[in-house]
C-alpha cells in the first residue's frame, strides 16, 4: 500500500480503515474497506430478509395480493386487504435488495476486481437480480403455478448464495487456514444443500407437505412409501439426514482444528433447527395458525442453513485451494 512520505509506519490501521486504498488481505490480496464490508453484509441480510418475507407470502398465499406488476395496482399502493400488503412488503424488500446490490456490484467492479472472490460473486448475484424479477412477474401473470413459485424459490436461493459468498470472502481477514479435506467436506455439504432445497422446493410444488400424513419418520405406515407424491416428501426427508450427517461432521473437525470454529459448528445447529420445524410442520398437522407459523419459519430457515454452508465455503475457500498457516500477525 503507497504512505504519503513522512507518515510513520505504524499508521497502516488508520489508512486501512478510513483511506481510499484497501489494506492487504492475508494472502497479499486487497483487503476490502469498511464501507464495503457493511454494504455487503445488509445485501446479504437484505437477500435473506426478501427470502424470509417470500416464505410469508407462499405460506399465507398472498401472492396474488398484488394484481398488477411491478406495481401492486394502478396507482402502486396495496388494495385495503391483508394479503395485499404482504406482498406489497415483499417487493418493498425486493426494490431495497436490488439497489444495495446494484451498489455492491458498482463498487466490486470499481475497487476490488482483483478479488476474484468478492468480484465474481457480486457480478453474478447483479445479472441474477432481472432474471428472479422476470420470474416473479411471470408467477403473477400465469396465477402461481407451482413449477414456477419453485423455480423462482430455488433461483432465490442461488441469488442468497451469491451475495453471501460475497459477504464472507470480503470479511474473511486471514489467508486459508482450512485443511483441504475440510474444505471439500464443506463444497459436498454445499451440494448435497443445493438438492435438499431444489427437492424441498417441488414439495412445495407438487403440494406434497402432507404426502406422508402426520407420521414420521415413517411415511404412511412405511419408510420410504406411501403413494401420491409421497415419494418427494420421502426424498426431502432422506436428503435431510445426509445433510445433518455432513454438518456434525464439519462440526468435529473444526473443533479439531481443521476449519473455522464458529462457522464451522453454526451448519448443525442451523440444520437441527430446521429439522425440528419441519418435523413438527408433519406430526402436528391441522391448518391452523400454528401450522402456517412453522411452514413460514421453515422456509426461512431453509434460506438460513443455505446461507450457513455458503459463508463457511468462502470462509474456507475452494476446495483445491492451498492452505496457509496463520502467522502470530494474523492471530
Given at each position: 500500500m503507497h504512505r504519503p512520505p513522512g507518515l510513520p509506519s505504524n499508521s497502516s490501521t488508520l489508512l486501512d480503515r478510513v483511506g481510499d486504498h484497501p489494506a492487504a488481505h492475508g494472502d497479499g490480496s486487497p483487503y476490502p474497506a469498511r464501507g464495503f464490508r457493511v454494504l455487503v453484509l445488509a445485501a446479504a441480510l437484505a437477500?435473506?430478509?426478501?427470502?424470509a418475507v417470500g416464505g410469508v407470502v407462499r405460506v399465507t398465499e398472498s401472492g396474488l395480493g398484488c394484481p398488477h406488476w411491478p406495481l401492486c395496482t394502478s396507482r402502486a399502493i396495496p388494495l385495503d386487504r391483508?394479503?395485499?400488503?404482504?406482498?406489497?412488503?415483499?417487493?418493498?424488500?425486493?426494490?431495497?435488495?436490488?439497489?444495495?446490490?446494484?451498489?455492491?456490484?458498482?463498487?466490486?467492479?470499481?475497487?476490488?476486481?482483483?478479488?476474484?472472490?468478492?468480484?465474481?460473486?457480486?457480478?453474478?448475484?447483479?445479472?441474477?437480480?432481472?432474471?428472479?424479477?422476470?420470474?416473479?412477474?411471470?408467477?403473477?401473470?400465469?396465477?402461481?403455478?407451482?413449477?414456477?413459485?419453485?423455480?423462482?424459490?430455488?433461483?432465490?436461493?442461488?441469488?442468497?448464495?451469491?451475495?453471501t459468498y460475497a459477504a464472507s470472502s470480503a470479511w474473511r481477514r486471514r489467508a486459508l487456514t482450512s485443511t483441504p479435506g475440510f474444505r471439500r467436506l464443506v463444497w459436498g455439504t454445499v451440494l448435497v444443500g443445493a438438492a435438499l432445497v431444489s427437492v424441498g422446493a417441488s414439495v412445495v410444488a407438487t403440494d406434497a407437505g402432507t404426502a406422508c400424513?402426520?407420521?414420521?419418520?415413517?411415511?404412511?405406515?412405511?419408510?420410504?412409501?406411501?403413494?401420491?407424491?409421497?415419494d418427494v416428501q420421502v426424498a426431502h426427508r432422506l436428503l435431510?439426514?445426509?445433510?445433518?450427517?455432513?454438518?456434525?461432521?464439519?462440526?468435529v473437525l473444526a473443533w479439531r482444528g481443521q476449519g473455522p470454529h464458529l462457522l464451522g459448528s453454526l451448519p448443525i445447529a442451523a440444520v437441527l433447527i430446521q429439522m425440528t420445524f419441519g418435523i413438527l410442520i408433519v406430526v402436528m398437522g391441522g391448518e391452523g395458525v400454528l401450522h402456517k407459523t412453522l411452514e413460514g419459519l421453515h422456509e426461512a430457515g431453509s434460506g438460513t442453513v443455505w446461507a450457513?454452508?455458503?459463508?463457511?465455503?468462502?470462509?474456507?475457500?475452494?476446495?483445491?485451494?492451498?492452505?496457509?498457516?496463520?502467522?502470530?500477525?494474523?492471530?
Open positions: 437477500t435473506w430478509a426478501l427470502v391483508t394479503a395485499s400488503f404482504i406482498e406489497y412488503s415483499h417487493r418493498a424488500v425486493v426494490a431495497l435488495v436490488v439497489v444495495l446490490v446494484a451498489a455492491v456490484a458498482a463498487q466490486a467492479w470499481r475497487r476490488y476486481r482483483v478479488r476474484r472472490d468478492i468480484w465474481w460473486p457480486a457480478l453474478a448475484a447483479a445479472v441474477l437480480v432481472p432474471f428472479q424479477a422476470v420470474l416473479g412477474a411471470i408467477a403473477v401473470w400465469l396465477k402461481l403455478p407451482g413449477w414456477v413459485v419453485a423455480f423462482h424459490f430455488v433461483v432465490g436461493l442461488l441469488f442468497l448464495a451469491t451475495i400424513g402426520t407420521q414420521w419418520p415413517l411415511c404412511n405406515g412405511t419408510f420410504v412409501a406411501g403413494g401420491g407424491h409421497a435431510a439426514y445426509v445433510v445433518a450427517i455432513l454438518a456434525l461432521g464439519l462440526l450457513t454452508f455458503v459463508a463457511l465455503a468462502a470462509a474456507s475457500g475452494g476446495p483445491w485451494a492451498a492452505r496457509a498457516e496463520p502467522s502470530a500477525a494474523q492471530e
